[in-house]
Nanobody, 122 residues
Framework: QVQLVESGGGLVQPGGSLRLSCAALGSIFSIDVMAWYRQAPGKQRELVATTSPGGDTDYADSVKGRFTVSRDNAENMMYLQMNSLKSEDTAVYYC????????????????WGRGTQVTVSS
């Protein structure tokens, strides 16, 4: 059983910063792509940032230059440093991961966290 647990969300003023964390827990053999998605009220879920095991990253145009994604492969952790936050960044942020497990069988599956709320408001 694998779980992704996000933390670090909250209320922040425009221009402020937050750091989100995602912990991948369970019987994990390896993790391939990890990503952050977000979903604002009334909108579809959108990709924010991705990171590969080798450290390659990619970002949505709307967050480039403001957000930084990173990961700790040894600890099965992923982070999202969010700077210069804007009101339009308000959303629930979700962690996603492609996980390889070997117990009880060898398989690759994708997992989602339950999300953490980020609200940018004065």
């Amino acid at each position: 059983q694998v779980q992704l647990v996000e933390s670090g969300g909250g209320l922040v003023q425009p221009g402020g910063s937050l750091r989100l964390s995602c912990a991948a827990l369970g019987s994990i053999f390896s993790i391939d792509v990890m990503a952050w998605y977000r979903q604002a009220p009334g909108k579809q879920r959108e990709l924010v940032a991705t990171t590969s095991p080798g450290g390659d990253t990619d970002y949505a145009d709307s967050v480039k230059g403001r957000f930084t994604v990173s990961r700790d492969n040894a600890e099965n952790m992923m982070y999202l440093q969010m700077n210069s936050l804007k009101s339009e960044d308000t959303a629930v942020y979700y962690c996603y991961a492609d996980v390889e497990t070997v117990v009880p069988e060898h398989r690759f599956s994708h997992y989602w966290g339950r999300g953490t709320q980020v609200t940018v408001s004065s």
